[in-house]
């Protein structure tokens, strides 16, 4: 199992920038894939971003290609979503997630229920 507790968010002015973070803990992350969805009031829960952890392969929802960063620091167990450009319709409480299913290397899981752990959320608010 693996606990996972996401941090950074907050009110931010469009145009700016915010840092998230999803520190994990209770087993190692070598074979794992983490993710970032996103879900806004009244609407389902969305895929942003994911990294494989040991190749470290990206991918990126094209609503934030180009905008969002998606990256892991090893030693500290921890995943980030670096945001910039961010807009009013980035709002949401953003989660990060987990996928430690045994899968092929090359991998990337892009779908909310390839993710068995999942984060307490942070709410992110960009007012226009």
């Known amino acids: 199992q693996v606990q996972l507790v996401e941090s950074g968010g907050g009110l931010v002015q469009a145009g700016g920038s915010l840092r998230l973070s999803c520190a994990a803990s209770?087993?190692?992350?070598?074979?794992?894939?983490m993710g970032w969805f996103r879900q806004a009031p009244g609407k389902e829960r969305e895929f942003v971003a994911t990294?494989?952890?040991?190749?470290?392969?990206?991918y990126y929802a094209d609503s934030v290609k180009g905008r969002f960063t998606i990256s892991r620091d090893s030693p500290k167990n921890t995943m980030y979503l670096q945001m910039i450009s961010l807009k009013p319709e980035d709002t949401a409480v953003y989660y990060c997630?987990?996928?430690?299913?045994?899968?092929?290397?090359?991998?990337?899981?892009?779908?909310?229920?390839?993710?068995?752990?999942w984060g307490q959320g942070t709410q992110v608010t960009v007012s226009s």
């Open positions: 997630a987990a996928d430690l299913r045994l899968r092929a290397s090359s991998w990337l899981s892009t779908l909310e229920n390839e993710y068995d752990y």
């Open positions: 209770g087993r190692s992350l070598s074979t794992v894939r």
């Open positions: 990294v494989s952890w040991s190749a470290g392969r990206i």
